[in-house]
Each structure stands twice: as C-alpha cells, then as structure tokens.
C-alpha cells in the first residue's frame, strides 16, 4: 500500500503565500513523477505542477513565475511553494504520484488540502 500524506492548507490573504508538502510511504519501488492537482468547486481537477524523477518540471500557465514545486533528496516527498496567491487559487489541492512497478505505472493520491484564498 502506498500512502500520501500532505499538509500546509488554509486561508491566507490575496498576495499571501503558503507552502504544500506531500510524503509519500509504503510500498514504493520507484515514483516517476510526483505533483499537484486541485480542484475547484464545479470544475474539473487540473495539473498544478509536476516534477519526474529526473527532475523536470511542468507548470500550469496559470501558476507560472508564482509557484515553485521542488523535491527532496529521497524523491518521496515533494512541495509546492505558493506565492502571489489570487481567489482564483482558491481549490481542495491533491498529491499525485506515480509509482511504477514495471511493467505498470500507478497513480496515487492523497486526501486533499484546501487552500483558501481572501480577504
């Protein structure tokens, strides 16, 4: 079993920052990618940012020069460093990764964390 735990949700001000993380444990050969989703009331979930296990990186354009994902050395767990925060960022933020146990790549995801942006 794998499980992904994340944290650092709230209400923070239009301009404010937070910051996600996300651990991943449990059964974990390899993860090839780990990233962030959310989703909106009466939207559908959307990628946030994505980083591989080779380090490359992928943005929503909407979140581009504001959000930063990194890593740590361990490559299980990921963060997402949310600056310039707009109403519009305003969703429930979900850890996704894909852990391969070849032949097959899994995706897994965590229970969510809102983020609340206003004033």
């Known amino acids: 079993q794998v499980q992904l735990v994340e944290s650092g949700g709230g209400l923070v001000q239009p301009g404010g920052s937070l910051r996600l993380s996300c651990a991943a444990s449990g059964s974990i050969p390899a993860i090839v990618v780990m990233g962030w989703y959310r989703q909106a009331p009466g939207k559908q979930r959307e990628l946030v940012a994505k980083i591989t296990s080779g380090g490359s990186t992928n943005y929503a354009d909407s979140v581009k020069g504001r959000f930063t994902i990194s890593r740590g050395d361990a490559k299980n767990t990921v963060w997402l460093q949310m600056n310039s925060l707009k109403p519009e960022d305003t969703a429930v933020y979900y850890c996704?990764?894909?852990?391969?146990?070849?032949?097959?790549?899994?995706?897994?995801w965590g229970q969510g964390t809102q983020v609340t942006v206003s004033s």
């Open positions: 996704n990764a894909g852990i391969l146990r070849v032949p097959i790549t899994t995706d897994y």
